[in-house]
Nanobody, 115 residues
Framework: QVQLVESGGGLVQPGGSLRLSCAAS????????MSWYRQAPGKERELVAS???????NYADSVKVRFTISRDNARNTAYLQMNSLKPEDTAVYCC?????????WGKGTLVTVSS
């Protein structure tokens, strides 16, 4: 069974950090571009960060420097390190695996940044 399962979300104060994980099962993610998306209340879903199989990364302007996407192919897992969190980062974060027309999505994990 093919699955992507996110974890690591929760409640954090402004300025705090979280690390999100996206664990794949049923397939090997080493050949896939991995991406993190988020959707905040009342907003469109947006691409936060991506990393190709070759390690090329891309970030939304709003999270550059603060967030880092990475992958550990041996663990079949992608990560999103989130630092200096702001209230506007509050959203449901979902991971996606993509490879030439094949897409897998996780169900998401909620990140709430609030004092």
């Amino acid at each position: 069974q093919v699955q992507l399962v996110e974890s690591g979300g929760g409640l954090v104060q402004p300025g705090g950090s979280l690390r999100l994980s996206c664990a794949a099962s049923g397939f090997t993610l080493s050949s896939y571009t991995m991406s993190w998306y988020r959707q905040a209340p009342g907003k469109e879903r947006e691409l936060v960060a991506s990393i190709t199989a070759g390690g090329r990364t891309n970030y939304a302007d709003s999270v550059k420097v603060r967030f880092t996407i990475s992958r550990d192919n041996a663990r079949n897992t992608a990560y999103l390190q989130m630092n200096s969190l702001k209230p506007e980062d509050t959203a449901v974060y979902c991971c996606k695996a993509w490879w030439y027309g094949v897409e897998y999505w996780g169900k998401g994990t909620l990140v709430t940044v609030s004092s």
